[in-house]
């Protein structure tokens, strides 16, 4: 069930004043989202896992930080951009790979059609998948993460922005180049000629 802002602002002011249960609805609330966006950022479940509950560790500890001003599910994707962010460059700087492929799509919502009676069918579904992670990864990491922000995780432009702190014009233009440059590479590539 989706809790409007009002109700999301009304449980984040009880956790600010130590209201456990309130955290703890709106941890259940914004989990999946967390984990879709940090798996499909960090591609290791594992990694995903921790910074999922990084996430929420820190939006714990800064719970009295939050003033209002910006949506909660804003708030939250801030925190977990900024956390992701952290850890790739946590990676890069040890010299490995900051997005590998795993083949684990748990928590994220994808709108694949159903190919369980067609082997054949089911082989070159997972095989597109895997390209367009591919081409995705291969994306410089700024139309990486406005494409997962919007295509993926369906932020809406104001959403995106505050998140970023970038201006809703900017958004939406990186977002046209980021997919204009993904089909590029999709092309490239020969997928969905």
């Known amino acids: 069930m989706l809790l409007d802002n009002e109700i999301l602002s009304a449980?984040?002011?009880?956790a600010?004043?130590?209201d456990d249960a309130a955290f703890e609805?709106?941890?259940r609330h914004f989990e999946k989202i967390v984990y879709a966006f940090a798996l499909q950022s960090l591609r290791r479940r594992e990694d995903a896992e921790d910074a999922t509950q990084e996430i929420f560790l820190k939006l714990w500890r800064g719970r009295q930080n939050w003033?209002?001003?910006a949506a909660v599910k804003t708030y939250i994707m801030r925190i977990a951009r900024n956390?992701?962010?952290d850890i790739i460059r946590k990676r890069q700087a040890r010299n490995t790979d900051s997005l590998t492929e795993d083949d684990d799509d748990s928590g994220g919502e994808h709108d694949i059609p159903d190919t369980s009676n067609d082997p054949a069918a089911e082989y070159a579904?997972?095989?597109q998948i895997a390209e367009v992670r591919r081409a995705i990864d291969a994306l410089p990491p700024d139309h990486r993460e406005i494409i997962i922000l919007r295509d993926i995780n369906r932020l809406s432009y104001s959403?995106?922005?505050?998140?970023t702190g970038l201006e809703i014009g900017t958004v939406k233009s990186r977002?046209?180049?980021a997919r204009e440059k993904l089909r590029e590479i999709l092309k490239t590539r020969n997928i969905f000629e």
Do not use: F, K, N, W
Not at 11 to 14: A, D, S
Not at 159 to 163: F, L, R
């Open 159 to 163: 959403e995106i922005a505050d998140t």
């Open 25 to 27: 609805a709106i941890v």
């Open 83 to 85: 956390t992701v962010i």
């Open 67 to 69: 003033r209002g001003e």
């Open 16 to 18: 600010a004043s130590g």
């Open 175 to 177: 977002l046209c180049r």
């Open 11 to 14: 449980l984040m002011r009880r």
């Open 125 to 127: 579904l997972r095989e």
